[in-house]
């Protein structure tokens, strides 16, 4: 049986660049609560994606419910069904309404006329995706929501680093949630930061991220425990240190995964989009079962077989899953449904060998024969 070939994994430093990272903790002793790692990793993060405010948080997830809980804001929030549990259990979870807009055919984004058509009275935001890094229309929801007068809040996940003309991703909207989960570009093994326009809202977070403690005998919030700890920012200062180096690893195998894919009939790849730098952060393929013969799952189910563990990325979409039974109607959605039936996310990763991608898509040739 070969090596198991999974759907990610995780970039690392070597191990002696982390134990001298975090050798000085032994010493200090301060494991948490914002200590000295953590200021480096925000100082580092903000010159890296070039943004003026950031904060740093246990995951990508508490990011979303906290910048929530920061705005203040009652109603509903316009989003994607076709993205990961996060984006929507967040908007539930803080007692908002999720309302979902359908995604484009070509990026998998949410769709800016879609999205005006949804907004009414009790819209407070449009909290999009940037769905496997690629760029919403940010121009287009942003002129959306300055007309109605609502917030823009991006799930920012999947786009760490991604640039649009030369743009960071983390500067649009009212704020940007990244994740450093173990699975992403760029990790801390777990964890996530918050990016934001108003320099007034970080004081804020800070407090939301830390009990709602505002000094040494004053609690004025009810909030909650999102601090990253020492070991997980010392992880991310060395692994930024070779960001780019892992970037560029990521690009060699995408470009041969889009050589021999995009020689198959019936088989959607997505592409760079124009003047955007990407992070080559997934490889989505869209598998048309009438031009190209078999279906997705039939690939899905080839692959396993040779220990090659693709992902259904995103299947079942949010509206059909069974906790929000009864609340949503997939139909209502009708891009976001037919691709989540026919898109797998292929094996991408930085140390991934050629000769994995071609044995890969051999695989995948081989099942329409």
Not at 102 to 109: E, R, S
Not at 133 to 142: E, H, K, P, R
Request: aromatic share 10%.
């Amino acid at each position: 049986m070969s090596e198991i070939i999974n759907v990610t994994r995780s970039s690392i430093p070597e191990f002696e660049e982390y134990c001298n990272e975090i050798r000085e903790l032994w010493d200090s002793r301060w494991l948490t609560n914002m200590g000295v790692k953590h200021r480096e990793l925000e100082a580092e993060l903000k010159k890296y994606l070039n943004t003026p405010n950031l904060t740093l948080v246990t995951n990508g997830h508490l990011a979303l419910e906290n910048m929530l809980e920061a705005f203040d804001i009652h109603g509903e929030v316009i989003t994607t069904p076709f993205t990961f549990a996060s984006t929507t259990h967040a908007i539930v979870r803080k007692g908002l309404t999720p309302v979902f807009a359908d995604i484009k055919p070509d990026d998998y984004t949410l769709d800016p006329e879609k999205i005006e058509e949804l907004v009414d009275e009790d819209t407070c935001a449009i909290m999009p995706v940037h769905v496997y890094g690629n760029l919403c229309d940010v121009d287009a929801i942003q002129e959306i929501a300055d007309r109605h007068g609502i917030k823009v809040i991006y799930d920012a996940a999947h786009a760490f680093g991604v640039k649009k003309d030369g743009v960071s991703s983390a500067t649009f909207g009212d704020a940007s949630m990244f994740s450093f989960h173990a699975t992403k570009v760029f990790n801390t093994i777990e964890g996530g930061a918050i990016c934001f326009k108003d320099p007034e809202l970080k004081c804020l977070l800070d407090q939301w991220k830390n009990f709602g403690i505002t000094g040494v005998e004053s609690v004025e919030f009810v909030g909650g425990n999102a601090k990253m700890n020492e070991f997980a920012a010392a992880m991310g200062l060395c692994n930024l240190r070779h960001l780019d180096e892992e970037i560029a690893k990521r690009k060699a195998v995408a470009e041969r995964y889009w050589e021999r894919l995009d020689a198959m009939p019936g088989v959607k790849i997505c592409l760079p989009q124009p003047g955007v730098t990407p992070n080559y952060a997934y490889l989505p393929a869209v598998f048309e079962e009438r031009s190209f013969g078999v279906t997705r799952d039939e690939v899905y189910a080839a692959l396993m077989v040779h220990n090659i563990h693709p992902r259904k990325y995103f299947y079942p979409l949010i509206s059909d899953y069974e906790c929000y039974a009864g609340r949503f109607n997939s139909c209502d959605t009708p891009i976001a449904k037919r691709v989540a039936k026919r898109v797998l996310t292929l094996p991408m990763y930085a140390d991934l060998a050629l000769e994995d991608v071609d044995r890969i898509c051999d695989i995948i040739a081989n099942v329409r024969k």
